[in-house]
């Protein structure tokens, strides 16, 4: 099943009632997950432009966009960005396939 990486940031109201009332929100994500059809994988948070990250095994990207959305519904997510992931044997396939494959250069 396809992998899917969903980097989010908080609002300032969310870090404040998260900051009031500290909470794990993994159970609560891997239960809207499972509610789409999708499996997380896991809940990591970051510094820098994101505040975190999702990970999420999905059939599709409609799936995966479900789940976004409805997260995002209640208005304490700032922004999202998804990023489709392959392994590296995907990644291994996707070159030989490109290998195969000519394509002139613009200009030439």
Request: glycine share 8%; hydrophobic share 45%; aromatic share 10%.
């Amino acid at each position: 099943m396809p992998l899917y990486m969903t980097q989010f940031s908080y609002t300032a109201e969310a870090w404040a009632s998260l900051i009031r009332k500290p909470e794990n929100r993994t159970e609560a994500v891997s239960r809207l997950c499972q509610q789409v059809g999708a499996r997380l994988v896991g809940v990591y948070y970051s510094f820098g432009e994101y505040d975190g990250f999702i990970l999420v095994e999905a059939p599709n990207e409609v799936t995966l966009t479900a789940a976004v959305l409805a997260a995002a519904a209640p208005g304490h997510l700032r922004a999202t960005k998804t990023t489709v992931l392959l392994t590296a044997e995907q990644a291994v396939e996707a070159m030989r396939k490109a290998g195969g494959v000519p394509f002139r250069a613009p200009g030439s």
